[in-house]
T-cell receptor, first 110, second 114 residues
Framework: AQRVTQPEKLLSVFKGAPVELKCNYS??????LFWYVQYSRQRLQLLLR??SRESIKGFTADLNKGETSFHLKKPFAQEEDSAMYYC????????????FGQGTTLQVKP | EPEVTQTPSHQVTQMGQEVILRCVPI?????FYWYRQILGQKVEFLVS????????KSEIFDDQFSVERPDGSNFTLKIRSTKLEDSAMYFC????????????FGQGTRLTVV
């Protein structure tokens, strides 16, 4: 079965602290993993995807196939990073269907 | 910057009534999706649509649901006879390609069935 798990509903850190948002997945083929973010009163938007191996807004995520994880990391959190973060897996076939995790609310305190 | 637009932002309907949720995807996109999020739960895939037909649908997308692209710009989700459990936020999305392509989401329609 295809599944994405984000074990933390809420992660609260102070500004300048490192952040790691956990994501584990279950998928039988070669996964395509994404992180989407939803800032307050805004729409869901793509933050980054594993295939592009880029850093966006200081965030990075490495696909670890051995641990079936795709954790999102940032060395120094900023207040503007406060948002809901969703890990997502692109399902089998070419339809582009996304399977989402439950989401983690990141709260960065001043 | 082009955006996916959904109307209405909030819809209240009585149980058993039909509702149509509307979406205008980004104009040069070819793949269209509906997702829903029940309060406190995860975003769930409902259906994908490509080349004027459903390409994939989830178990949630039963006979009460249908999608249509009536005029080449709008993409609609119809729920024939709403139930209380259909209350959720419904998101439309579109992408230029299929798998591994960024999906652009609308701001959502909050459907409340009373």
């Amino acid at each position: 079965a295809q599944r994405v798990t984000q074990p933390e509903k809420l992660l609260s850190v102070f500004k300048g602290a490192p952040v790691e948002l956990k994501c584990n997945y279950s998928y039988s083929g070669s996964p395509e993993l994404f992180w989407y973010v939803q800032y307050s009163r805004q729409r869901l938007q793509l933050l980054l995807r594993h295939i592009s191996r880029e850093s966006i807004k200081g965030f990075t995520a490495d696909l670890n196939k051995g641990e079936t994880s795709f954790h999102l990391k940032k060395p120094f959190a900023q207040e503007e990073d406060s948002a809901m973060y969703y890990c997502a897996l692109s399902g089998s076939g070419n339809t582009g269907k996304l399977i989402f995790g439950q989401g983690t609310t990141l709260q960065v305190k001043p | 910057e082009p955006e996916v637009t959904q109307t209405p932002s909030h819809q209240v309907t009585q149980m058993g009534q039909e509702v149509i949720l509307r979406c205008v995807p980004i104009s040069n996109h070819l793949y269209f999706y509906w997702y829903r999020q029940i309060l406190g739960q995860k975003v769930e895939f409902l259906v994908s649509f490509y080349n004027n037909e459903i390409s994939e649908k989830s178990e949630i997308f039963d006979d009460q649901f249908s999608v249509e692209r009536p005029d080449g710009s709008n993409f609609t989700l119809k729920i024939r006879s709403t139930k209380l459990e259909d209350s959720a936020m419904y998101f439309c999305a579109s992408s230029a390609g299929g798998a591994n392509t960024e999906a652009f989401f609308g701001q959502g329609t909050r459907l409340t069935v009373v």
